[in-house]
Antibody, heavy 121, light 114 residues
Framework: EVQLVESGGGLLKPGGSLRLSCAASGISVTDAWMSWVRQAPGKGLEWVGRIKSESAGGKIEYAAPVKGRFTVSRDESKNTVFLQMNSLKIEDTAIYYC????????????WGQGTLVTVSS | DIVLTQSPDSLAVSLGERATINCKSSQSVFYSSNNNNYLAWYQQKPGQPPKLLIYGASTRDSGVPDRFSGSGSGTDFALTISSLQAEDVAVYYCQQYYKSPPWTFGQGTKVEIK
């Protein structure tokens, strides 16, 4: 079965760090373009960052609000994508979804169930 | 960044009736070199992740019922549900993926049963 399963969310204070994991099955995270998308409680969707496939050079790109604080990476041996989040802010509170870019790249044809990150003092 | 504005923010439609959601882009998402519009639509039901319905402005993803259709080009797009079913109650988002990130979404439109 093709699926993405996120983990690692939790409650932490501003300035803290957290690493989210996205374990893939049925697809190779090395061959796919993988993105993180977040959704603040009761709000809309916001693209966070992505890593291109290895064959496309593995370029990593970020949204402006997280650039310099968040890092997307992958581990081929674990078939897992990561989102390292540092210097967390209250406004980073959201459900974080791991997604696959498909159908011509840039749109998201496969989503995980999401993991909740709450940043609160 | 490209800004997408959806209208209306919410709508209530009777079962079996047509529902139309509009999405206007702050700049064209049409790529003339391949004649493609880089615009997608998603459906999100409560407590679930979004689901891709339409990509390339008008191509249904696999398994999406044919009552869902997408139209438009350039800066103006629409998602139409031809005959609303109870299971279509959800929030719908448009999203652009023109040329390079950041990818952006519309603010969402909530569809309910009248």
């Amino acid at each position: 079965e093709v699926q993405l399963v996120e983990s690692g969310g939790g409650l932490l204070k501003p300035g803290g760090s957290l690493r989210l994991s996205c374990a893939a099955s049925g697809i190779s995270v090395t061959d796919a373009w993988m993105s993180w998308v977040r959704q603040a409680p009761g709000k809309g969707l916001e693209w966070v960052g992505r890593i291109k496939s290895e064959s496309a050079g593995g370029k990593i790109e970020y949204a402006a609000p997280v650039k310099g604080r968040f890092t997307v990476s992958r581990d081929e041996s674990k078939n897992t994508v990561f989102l390292q989040m540092n210097s967390l802010k209250i406004e980073d509170t959201a459900i974080y979804y791991c997604t696959r870019e498909g159908k011509g790249f840039g749109n998201f044809d496969l989503w995980g169930q999401g993991t909740l990150v709450t940043v609160s003092s | 960044d490209i800004v997408l504005t959806q209208s209306p923010d919410s709508l209530a439609v009777s079962l079996g009736e047509r529902a139309t959601i509009n999405c206007k882009s702050s700049q064209s998402v049409f790529y003339s070199s391949n004649n493609n519009n880089y615009l997608a639509w998603y459906q999100q039901k409560p407590g679930q992740p979004p689901k891709l319905l339409i990509y390339g402005a008008s191509t249904r993803d696999s398994g999406v019922p044919d009552r869902f259709s997408g139209s438009g080009s350039g800066t103006d797009f629409a998602l139409t549900i031809s005959s609303l079913q109870a299971e279509d109650v959800a929030v719908y988002y448009c999203q652009q993926y023109y040329k390079s990130p950041p990818w952006t979404f519309g603010q969402g439109t909530k569809v309910e049963i009248k």
